[in-house]
């Protein structure tokens, strides 16, 4: 009789399951206007990268470590090719040189592989990334129009992170809101190094600053995963120094749609072409800009170890 009772109410909870996802996806047709064309275009293109992932691919150089693979390019024609036959008249700014429609009302700005050098090394932290730009007409190239979409689709998980204008952010479907940390000090924390260069960007300071201050510190290769988990609350925040706006249009949205803060170093609005992103839960982000400040200042910092101090 017991296992009956388990039998039944297992059937009961797959069934309400079933039932709340059908009404989401009956909701999500109905009251959202870019996502869901979107999503199953970001799903197309991780199904096929994760083929590539799984057979492996021939690795080339932008630049001296800039890794490039054959898989960046053919899932951005991919992206490119249904972009253009689900939004006609939709421009598109991709990051392997994809520049079309430049002068349209919408943009996408599509990253097909944000995590490269994860992929190429095998190292499975990785997604696609589209985020929709709506432009006044008339307005000047340099400045920013409002985010009104964002896709981020990690493949390697299942997980797709969708948000659209005063919609909410959600994963999977379900409703997600940035972390509830009040402080650095209980606070984990992300950031990424260019692949390139990288002795001549100054992130090793904030990194080793926030690294003591914060409960502990992530650099996992991939920009728009890193401001998707800010979003969902898995991170308290994020920051990075020069990104693209292929990098971070999507990741924006999710975290300003999920209750959190995007701001430069400075706390100042963000522009998609900026030097600087701070993205955080927005409880910490007045913090943060202080911190970022006396890093700036080169005040109350603990000074770098010298390997010379731990010879024996």
Same mark, same amino acid.
């Given at each position: 009789?017991?296992e ?9 909870? *797959?069934?309400? /399951?079933?039932?709340r996802?059908?009404?989401y ?34 690795? %080339? ?10 898989a ?8 490119? %090719? ?12 991709g ?40 432009? @006044? ?28 204008l ?10 997600i809101?940035?972390?509830?940390? @009040? ?12 692949? =390139?260069? =990288?002795?001549? *960007? ?7 600053? &926030?690294? &003591?201050?914060s409960?502990g ?31 971070? @249009? ?5 975290v %300003? ?9 400075s ?11 701070? @993205? ?7 913090e /943060? ?5 006396q ?5 109350n ?6 390997p010379?101090?731990?010879? =024996?």
């Amino acid at each position: 009789m017991r296992e009956f009772f388990m039998v039944f109410i297992h059937i009961q909870i *797959n069934r309400l /399951l079933r039932s709340r996802h059908s009404r989401y996806n009956r909701s999500m047709s109905t009251d959202l206007i870019w996502v869901p064309q979107a999503a199953a275009i970001a799903r197309e293109a991780g199904a096929r990268l994760m083929d590539f992932f799984r057979a492996g691919v021939t690795t %080339e150089y932008k630049g001296e470590v800039d890794i490039v693979t054959i898989a960046d390019r053919t899932v951005e024609a991919l992206i490119l %090719e249904r972009l253009m036959q689900t939004f006609p008249g939709h421009g598109i700014y991709g990051e392997e040189g994809t520049r079309q429609g430049m002068e349209s009302e919408f943009r996408w700005y599509v990253d097909p592989l944000d995590g490269t050098t994860n992929f190429a090394h095998g190292f499975p932290h990785f997604c696609v990334s589209m985020g929709l730009e709506k432009r @006044a007409p008339g307005l000047a190239p340099e400045k920013d129009g409002v985010l009104v979409a964002a896709v981020i689709y990690d493949p390697t998980r299942d997980e797709l992170f969708t948000a659209e204008l005063n919609r909410g952010a959600r994963l999977n479907g379900r409703a997600i809101q940035a972390s509830a940390a @009040a402080n650095i000090g209980e606070s984990l924390l992300s950031t990424g190094f260019p692949s =390139r260069k =990288r002795h001549a *960007n100054p992130n090793i300071h904030f990194y080793h600053e &926030l690294s &003591l201050r914060s409960h502990g510190l992530r650099r996992a290769g991939s920009a728009a995963l890193d401001l998707a988990y800010v979003a969902c609350g898995r991170m308290d925040a994020f920051w990075e120094f020069n990104l693209n706006p292929w990098d971070t @249009a999507a990741g924006i949205l999710l975290v %300003e749609e999920a209750g959190g803060s995007v701001t430069d170093f400075s706390g100042h609005h963000f522009r998609l072409k900026s030097d600087e992103i701070l @993205a955080s839960n927005g409880r910490i982000h007045a913090e /943060l800009v202080t911190v970022f400040g006396q890093i700036f200042a080169g005040t109350n910092l603990d000074p770098l170890p010298n390997p010379k101090d731990y010879v =024996r």
